[in-house]
């Protein structure tokens, strides 16, 4: 579309630079110009604007008032100004239309602030005529400079009357000098609220005010005068007047409304009259409370809170509401008071503490609710019946469990908050009948009595499961109905099921009578099997009467085997299985092994398993007899065979015979260690019978440790035998003995080393003992067996490729010489690794040797 730019380019960039925005238009109303300030007042670039109508952009220009403005300075080439409100941008404008080239120049000059401000001081003029209240402006010098409606109602004075006059025409003569006081005050700086006073009216009848002074400030902040809001006091004063006259009866009245107060109020919010007890219980007096404002005497929230309420009371209307305050929670009733007249000067108030009340309904509501979270905790499904057998209440578990077993027919099924229990009960069918019938009566019986608590167990097997429940039946209290349970109790059925299993196998274990078996307390034994009554030779009857004291029944050098026994059951529950003997009944003495175990600890129990030994006992009583009678009888022929033997060799190399010499050197080699084995066999048995002897005397420690390694180095071809090391050492002991422990751990070490070259021995001195070891190479000691090898005759069988000769009592002896001398003989070794062999003895200053010295059977 064409259109003429009716402005030239220096024009345009003069208006640019203005603050107002500018439009031009042609004839057509299209526009042809604007500056910036127009294209950004409505948020579009002026191309976009350029040869629109200017309806398009200004959408206000088309009504009404701005047309017609428009056309009349377009129709009388005049400027037009107006004003406009333009809603879309939320402003003011005054809007100056000038004709120019056949078209026109729109300014529009922002005048929104101006404009409010205008607005303002009509709304405030508007407010002082139609105040209710007298607002009277005055000169610091106390000259009426403005008097309202109000005014001229409060005193009869017309403005015109009023105006120019001093203040002082208001004041009664006794209070003239009142005035300048106040204005002085003011002049402070001060506020003046609520004073109440005395004035006069123009027909000379005096009347109570309220008033309220307020500061008048030029635009530089300075006083220049006061205004006073003036408040008439005479309908409150009536009411005060009237309420002291009821006063007694109001009182009296209140007292026999506990928790409850009494206020009345004036439109000011200002307490006419506070009453009652509840007002002595929030430590209030009535005396302080009468005269204050409620601005006064609550917090800004609390006031904010009760005036809406207060103020619809005025209105005419009465109200209720709760309030909280101070930790207390009130009912406030509050409704008009309205005078003879009608009007409403007064308000009454009534609060009611509800507290207690408040806080029970909580309390209650809390209850319910941790009721039901009880419920739903517990596992069992529940449901609570109310007389009549209706659910009232279902835990989370009942809901669960009537939702996963729709079975129908059953206990629990089509049960929700609502329906009827026994209904439920009466139409169940197939498996459940019978069990249902018997619950309906079960829980009529509690619902309605006789029965205090009834129980059912029943199985409810599903196709996937064996399942059983325990059914019960409590009724509440007061006849207010029935908790229903159902409680699953396959868990415990299947656990009754295995301790029956398990209480079948241990009887039939106790009862097959190959072992002992007692239960005994810390004194006697409770229960015992036939086998163990049999071994001590009681009867049941001597169990039953409590005859069995276990203690009284253990010889006394068993005592510490005992108590070691209970301590290892104190600290591990069980014990493991020692020998020990009981007195039969008849005296005599029974050999046992037994071992026990706790069976519970308040008040401690333990089962105990015992096994005669007796024929065992028997055993090696009779081995032993015979190793040493072998012994001994062995003895002597070889003792005699080795004499001849001896005699021959001399006899034999006297004659030169050296052939049968050395055959004879050979059968002595044999001889040696027939006798060797003889020896050791003889040693055992003594050690046996505790009667092997020893010599106490000084032996030094190195030179007899030489001594056996070079002997032992002569008899061995395959082996070097190192020695290192030195003690110095003294010993008190057997030499004979000492040197047998040297000799079998060598021998060993070279036995157990076939495939070694060397042997290592050690001599180590510490502060108080002397160590000797003898290191091999090897075929080593598996773990397993370490413990063992120092026992009678014990043996490690088990190399593969190799047997070793031996009869397993060289290291028995060996350890009984060196314990026997206060010492300590061990071994350290790995399988395939080599051995070393380990005797510590005490030197012979020490506590352990003296100890030693004085157990040795000397010989
Ligand atoms: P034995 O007459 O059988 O050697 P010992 O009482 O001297 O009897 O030794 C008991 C067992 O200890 C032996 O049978 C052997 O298995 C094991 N044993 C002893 N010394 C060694 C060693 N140096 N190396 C490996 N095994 C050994």
Known sequence: MHHTPHLDAQAMSLFESLPDALVAVDTGWRITALNQRAASLVQQTREEVLGKPLWETFPEALGAACEQHYQQALQTQVTVRFEVWYPSLNRWFQVTASPSHGGLVLFFQEMTRRKHEAEARWWLAALLESSDDAIIGQTLDGIITSWNAGAERLYGYRAEEALGQPIALLAPPERLDEIPRLLDLLKQERRIDQYETERMRKDGTRLAVSTMLSPIKDATGHIIGASSVARDLTERKRIEEALRERDVLVRTLLQHHPNESVTIFDPDLRLLLAEGPGLEAVGLSPQRLVGKTLAELLPPEAVDSVTPYYRRAFAGESVQFEFAFGGHVYTINAAPLPNKEGTIAAIITVAQDITTQKRAEEALRASEHLSQAIL?????????????????????????????????????????????????????????????????????????????????????????????????????????????????????????????????????????????????????????????????????????????????????????????????????????????????????????????????????????????????????????????????????????????????????????????????????????????????????????????????????????????????QQTTATHTIRLSGASQAQIVGDRDRLSQVFTNLLTNAIKYSPQAKDVDVQIVLSAETVTVSVRDYGVGIPRAHQGKIFERFYRVQDYHDKTFPGLGMGLYISQQIVECHGGKLWVVSEEGQGATFSVTLPLPHTEGAAEARAAMNPR
């Not at 078996?517 to 810390?522: H, S």
């Not at 276990?550 to 290892?568: C, F, K, V």
């Not at 062995?634 to 065979?641: E, M, S």
């Not at 034999?652 to 020896?679: I, P, Y």
Request: charged share 25%.
């Open 376 to 712: 739903d905790s517990l596992t069992a499904n529940i449901a609570v019946l109310n007389p009549a057998g209706t659910i009232i209440a279902v835990n989370e578990a009942w809901r669960r469990f009537a939702r996963d077993n729709s079975a129908p027919g059953s206990l629990l099924v089509d049960t929700e908050v609502g329906s009827n229990y026994l209904e439920v009960c009466r139409k169940a069918r197939g498996a459940f009948a019978e069990e249902a019938q018997e619950a309906l009566a079960g829980i009529l019986a509690v619902l309605h009595g006789p029965h205090p608590h009834f129980t059912l167990e029943y199985a409810c097997h599903s196709p996937a499961e064996q399942r059983w429940f325990l059914m019960s039946a409590t009724p509440l209290p007061a006849g207010e109905g029935a908790v229903v349970a159902h409680l699953n109790i396959t868990e415990r059925k299947r656990a009754e099921e295995a301790v029956r299993a398990s209480e079948v196998r241990a009887r039939r274990l106790l009862e097959s009578n190959l072992i002992g078996v007692v239960v005994a307390d810390g004194e006697h034994i409770l229960e015992a099997n036939e086998a163990f009554l049999e071994m001590v030779g009681y009867t049941r009857e001597d169990l039953d009467h409590h005859r069995l004291n276990w203690s009284a029944m253990t010889p006394a050098e068993y005592a510490p085997l005992d108590q070691r026994g209970l301590q290892e059951l104190r600290e591990r529950g069980v014990c493991t299985p020692f020998e020990k003997e009981y007195y039969r009944k008849d005296g005599s003495r029974v050999p046992i092994l037994i071992g026990a175990a706790t069976l519970q600890e308040q008040p401690v129990q333990w089962a105990c398993f015992i096994l005669d030994i007796s024929e065992r006992r028997e055993l090696e009583r009779r081995k032993d007899e015979f190793i040493s009678m072998a012994s001994h009888e062995l003895k002597t022929p070889i003792t005699v065979l080795k004499a001849f033997s001896q005699l021959i060799q001399r006899r034999l190399e006297k004659q030169g015979m050296s052939e049968l010499v050395q055959d004879l050197a050979r059968m002595q080699t044999q001889l040696n260690t027939l006798t060797k084995l003889v020896n050791e066999l003889l040693d055992v048995s003594k050690i046996q019978a505790g009667r092997l002897d020893y010599a106490q005397e000084t032996v030094d420690l190195d030179a007899l440790v030489h001594e056996v390694v070079e002997l032992l």
